[in-house]
């Protein structure tokens, strides 16, 4: 049976969010098991590691998240579609083997990357770490390409239940091979063996089921040009992204040790989680929006009605999870890390409080791609980066890993609540003042559950996994029924009510 793309969105987004269920309720059983059994420190050696071979990612210049939009000029050409696809295959395998050399030089000079602040079992350690890790990052490049051709054809529903396999395997692969006494390197052997498996999948997919094709002859170099003069600045993006999100852990690695690290890493684990879901519903909108951009002569006014919907669906999530944090995430994080782990409260905060526009905006980005704007964001992304450099060295020595996260959060609000909200307006032409007037109603009546959270956290105090959980669900119920009452539209009613209730209205 074929879904069409309407269909394969909503249940992307429906298969996304229940995939997040699943790697919550797994990671709320095995994070806890992992910090016990591998220690502080070795735990903060494995997120050092994790964040320096993040960096390799790259290596692939930004030309991943091109694709869409030179697939969309092309999909009713199949011999231009096929040498596309070759193109992007070919240019992606020797950014594999680039990846691969660096990571093995990386490895070897482990000790004078890392600093004086780790033991030398810990040195010993990152370097068996680093090559692993190295190699599967290199496997994921030319795994990344059928995965966007996947997205592009958009099979979301085949894609999010591959995701959804993956990780429901690696918590329980993650435990066994902990009980094993395997430690973190059989962390990382686990983490290639998936990435494998889930590639061979992909590709029989996009081959067998999609039936793609790569066409390898006469290799275009005009094309690959174009290609690389539009991913120039997603590239000049990954790397501010990347500073943004990984440095703190390197500067503590330097300046404090590994204990720092994995504090920090505890609420920047929970700040991955939060990013992923909130992204959920933008991440299966890329291929319309390149669409639009492609096909219409003025898409400016669906593409702002677009803008809008989207960011309200985004702003019910990302609301949710921020206030429902603020209430509860104290008690959590000692539940489920440990009362060492309670700095990883305010770090957290720190972290997904500033992150709450750009995530809501989330669709911003793939419109500027779409329409080749997307220049200037990096522009500005690249200057507070390093004003976020430049700021938590100093916070770290006096706040340790908690100032680590104010250098980032002082950037991303300056970045992306203030000057990409102006760079959207003035450059790109969507209409902020209308997206923002759309919003508040949602962000206002926040605060009305916010306020019933404390009142229940001052009346009812008891530390323990039944009363999170029943405050929780209370928080819950309450957040989405004033959300419904106050902020939700027609259209967002009916949505949530179900096709049913939409056909009963028509036949009447």
Not at 395 to 417: E, H, Q, R, W
Request: with cysteine.
């Amino acid at each position: 049976m074929i879904i069409d793309g309407s269909k394969q969105r909503k249940l992307g987004v429906v298969l996304g969010y229940i995939n997040f269920l699943i790697k919550m309720g797994t990671q709320l059983i095995y994070v806890p098991i992992m910090l016990k059994i591998l220690g502080q420190n070795e735990y903060g050696v494995y997120q050092l590691v994790a964040s320096i071979i993040s960096y390799l990612s790259l290596l692939n210049f930004g030309f991943g998240g091109s694709y869409f939009r030179f697939y969309a000029q092309c999909k009713d050409d199949k011999t231009k579609e096929h040498k596309l696809n070759g193109t992007f295959l070919m240019i992606f395998t020797l950014f594999a083997v680039l990846v691969l050399i660096v990571g093995i030089v990386i490895s070897i000079n482990a000790e004078l990357i890392l600093g004086n602040k780790l033991t030398s079992s810990e040195i010993e350690l990152s370097k068996i770490l680093l090559m692993i890790l190295a190699v599967n990052m290199a496997l994921t490049f030319p795994i990344s390409v059928f995965s966007s051709i996947i997205s592009s054809r958009e099979a979301f529903v085949f894609q999010k239940l591959v995701e959804l396999l993956k990780n429901m395997a690696n918590p329980f692969l993650t435990i066994f091979i902990l009980l094993m006494g395997k430690g973190s390197v059989g962390l990382v052997v686990v983490t290639t063996f998936l990435t494998v498996v889930a590639g061979i999948v992909n590709v029989w997919y996009a081959i067998k089921k999609l039936n793609v094709r790569f066409s390898f002859k006469g290799l275009d170099i005009r094309l690959i040009r174009e290609i690389g003069i539009f991913s120039f600045f997603i590239f000049l993006n990954s790397i501010i992204d990347q500073v943004n999100w990984n440095v703190d852990k390197y500067l503590l690695g330097r300046m404090v040790g590994a204990a720092a690290i994995a504090v920090y890493s505890v609420g920047a684990q929970i700040n991955t989680i939060y990013i992923q879901v909130s992204d959920m519903i933008a991440s299966v909108m890329a291929p319309k929006v390149n669409l639009i951009v492609a096909n219409e002569q003025s898409p400016m006014r669906e593409l702002n009605e677009l803008f809008i919907k989207v960011g309200r669906f985004q702003a019910y999530i990302v609301v949710a999870i921020v206030s429902g944090f603020f209430v509860l995430g104290k008690d959590f994080i000692v539940l489920w890390a440990g009362k060492d782990y309670q700095e990883a409260y305010v770090i957290t905060l720190l972290l997904i409080v500033p992150a709450a526009v750009p995530l809501i905006q989330s669709l911003g980005v793939d419109i500027q791609r779409a329409l080749n704007k997307h220049q200037i964001r990096s522009l500005v992304y690249a200057g507070l980066s390093v004003i976020n450099i430049l700021l938590s060295i100093p916070l770290i020595y006096k706040y340790g890993a908690s100032g680590a996260a104010l250098g980032t959060a002082f950037s991303l609000v300056v970045g992306n609540g203030l000057i990409m909200n102006i760079v959207y307006f003035k450059y790109i032409q969507l209409n902020i003042f209308d997206f923002w007037k759309k919003l508040f109603p949602i962000i206002f009546s926040s605060f009305i559950p916010i306020c019933i959270g404390f009142i229940m956290n001052y009346f009812w105090d008891s530390l323990s996994w039944i009363t999170i959980i029943i405050k929780g669900i209370v928080f819950v119920v309450v957040y989405f029924g004033v959300e419904y009452c106050i902020a939700m539209n027609d259209e967002e009613k009916v949505l949530l009510k179900g096709r049913s209730f939409l056909k009963k209205k028509n036949k009447k």
